[in-house]
């Protein structure tokens, strides 16, 4: 290793690799709290080329490389192993352009995705892509993991919204993919290739991401249902009279509601009484006083109908902000639940139902006095199943009783956050193993010598 | 071959394997018109298993096969070369689900696009994928060339639609990634190999595809403006003022609207004067009264901004009949204008009036009696160019023109239409050698023995 540091520090000034105790803890791990190593070496690049030039020397040399944006994944990706050197790109940060005319943006890999938003919202233009670690998560991150968010059903994950991309293969050639437009079907789309393969198959240097029209009209309302299927009737029925215009629709068991409405603080229930299921649902256009018209003849027709219970319509932004702390409530709760099982599946909208009524009786048969919280974007199929017995020595079993459900009913063990390293014992679930085979052809093919992220996702 | 042969009819029976002169015409060419050879053998598969059996028996045998759907494409990808055996998917035709609740509907892939739109529509869904060829195309032709069609401005193209797919590798491995959930992070996403490279990866014998809510109002306009800034300035105010519930975008220069007008019988202008650019504008929702008097008013504003210097909005579908009929005249238009080049481009939005700026005069300097009709779609940053001298030797000399500035300005020298055999020779101006040589990578690692499709995008 000390001959590829040495000629790394020789192409790239002394300045841009770090070693040994000059090596600082925030490149040990990220919002996994895996528990990773203190790298030995990290290289931060600052532009394309010295990608390029970090990557030829590791390659040639057969060096282990761990690449690290933000570090505010959730699967481990980011965390070193053992003999890896650490890629930064910490340094690579701006925005090169904001094409107002082709509705585009784009910037560089290390560019924080608030930092897009804004560049966006400047321009009198929307980046439909948003999540909680904003601040801290970068342009590189989110596309190598696809990143989702709250608006998935509307906009789609991360993959929709890139349109074009820069990336740097092991041997370090640079794959330069702006592409700027709706339509080119002018060969294979290369882009792919690095969306949602968590740096394993290249390092996403620059991206071209789509905007969209800012939203001038925001409804929000919090319904209170009787069961399940009463759910996939309001989805439906929203759906089917506000079309697309529906940018969320969340549901939160009861298990979960109650605990969050009595635990968190700013978490308070508008309703009086309590209910088996409750929707998050969000519609956005246009047109203020008319979309408010429309939002709530629906939903007194969904009272009407008997499929709401209650509900509240947010008249305000302040009131909005309330139904989703409880939404969001699940970070604090989660700091009282104890040893927690936090999982991100997908299941498909339709099995959701029989899934859950397999699963929480499995759940309890064997842990009998686990803990169930269940929430999620019931809109994108995506469901997160907390579970605990208090004790951390349940969790691999719970994990692995729930992620074997997923595959029975076809869903995915990880619907947004990756898979990285702690997910990889479940990918069996979720993928056949002609699947697997086939990633790591590709694998093989992009990666020959295995330096890039080796061990996370396959 | 005859060993192939026997093996192919061995194992699928007589009936699916015909040979010599029982081979019918419509395994010759496709709608490009491409001279092609009539094959020797065709192989009608009526299972995945059987393309399976089909791919172990060629791939063995290293005997290149072409794979054929409704022979609808226009860049001559399924048009048989020399000492191919062609695979037809038609037997493999109908629904195989509709879920309601998951939005989701999946189709073998010889069922034509018009039945997965006929099943949709009756499960009270709508999918949004529509083109000329929807009696014909079928769903693996337009996975495999990630067709487009008039509605990608909201829904994006075909690959959007497409939740899972299954396919068949060369060496006849099953891949089989049926996915129907919006967010699935679980590994690679394999389905981005096989859409839109053409039937060169593999074979696609299922797909997934998202339905959306029907809408239930349809707003046209045709608009006739003074100038291109005219044009982007409209664009901009529709999509911010309306949101993507914008569908269509579609622009005609005058050398294309007064030609067709003139023209073809049922495209009767609805302006008295003539005007420099006409747009015709589709804004689909769920609430016709509202959506009309928003519509309007947009329009109306837009007549004071002095962007519009005239518009029509349609008071009926008939009317909107009619002004989709000079759209959709390019048809009728080219067979009256003699030998000519139709391109199908893309150039990003804001460097549109740069490219025609430096196009139109470069080829009235080489060509002086060069006929030019320009139209597209200008919301997916789609372009058609046709052009014609008379003359079908100029031809590959316009063509080579339109798509070497296509190229300066970062265009697509293929926006919907994909490379087939007909673009080959123009690739290098949309994609880069690294690009290209990626491409070759990817090949063969899923295609090592070179037999699908071989010849073709790359």
Request: charged share 20%; net charge negative; aromatic share 6%.
């Amino acid at each position: 290793m000390n001959d590829v540091i040495s000629q790394l520090t020789d192409t790239l000034g002394e300045k841009a690799v770090i070693t040994g105790a000059s090596v600082g803890d925030k490149y040990k791990t990220d919002w996994s709290g895996l528990e990773g190593l203190l790298p030995s070496t990290v290289v931060r690049a600052s532009s394309t080329e010295e990608v390029a030039s970090i990557l030829k020397i590791c390659n040639s040399a057969k060096q282990a490389v761990v690449i690290q944006g933000g570090m505010t994944g959730i699967s481990g990706g980011a965390v070193p192993q053992e003999g890896e050197i650490a890629i930064s790109l910490e340094k690579m940060s701006g925005i090169i352009e904001v094409d107002v005319d082709s509705m585009t943006i784009t910037a560089h890999a290390g560019t924080p995705l608030q930092v897009v938003q804004e560049a966006a919202d400047e321009a009198g233009l929307f980046l439909p892509l948003d999540m909680g670690s904003r601040g801290t998560c970068t342009v590189g991150g989110v596309v190598a993991t696809n990143a989702g968010g709250n608006q998935v059903i509307r906009y789609g994950a991360t993959r929709s919204l890139v349109l074009g991309l820069e990336a740097v293969l092991p041997d370090g050639t640079i794959i330069s993919s702006l592409n700027k437009m709706l339509k080119n079907n002018a060969g294979y789309d290369l882009k792919h290739m690095f969306i949602g393969s968590e740096g394993t198959l290249g390092i996403v240097t620059k991206a071209v991401m789509r905007l969209y029209p800012k939203m001038t009209s925001t409804q929000t309302a919090l319904c209170a249902l009787p069961d399940f299927t009463s759910v996939l009737k309001l989805l439906k029925k929203t759906f089917s009279t506000l079309g697309d215009g529906i940018t969320s629709f969340e549901v939160m068991w009861a298990n979960y509601y109650d605990e969050v409405v009595e635990t968190v603080e700013q978490a308070k229930s508008p309703f009086i009484e309590k209910y088996p299921f409750y929707a998050l649902v969000e519609y956005k256009s246009q047109d203020r006083i008319h979309d408010m018209e429309q939002f709530s003849s629906v939903l007194f027709e969904a009272i009407e109908d008997g499929i709401i219970a209650d509900t509240i319509l947010a008249q305000s932004l302040k009131e909005a902000d309330v139904f989703w702390t409880i939404r969001d409530g699940i970070g604090e709760l989660l700091t009282t639940m104890g040893p927690v099982v936090n999982t991100d599946i997908s299941v498909p909208i339709s099995q959701m139902k029989a899934f859950i009524e397999q699963l929480e009786p499995a759940l309890y048969e064997a842990f009998p006095n686990v803990k169930l919280r269940i929430f999620g974007h019931i809109g994108d199929s995506n469901l997160h199943v907390c579970a605990g017995t208090g004790s951390e020595q349940d969790l691999d079993a719970i994990s692995a009783m729930i992620m074997g459900v997923t595959g029975e009913y076809k869903g995915s063990v990880s619907a947004e956050h990756g898979i990285g390293v702690l997910k990889k014992k479940y990918l069996h679930h979720s993928r056949t193993p002609e699947e697997v085979a086939l990633m790591k052809t590709l694998k093989s093919a992009m990666d020959p010598n295995g330096i890039l992220n080796s061990g996370r996702v396959i």
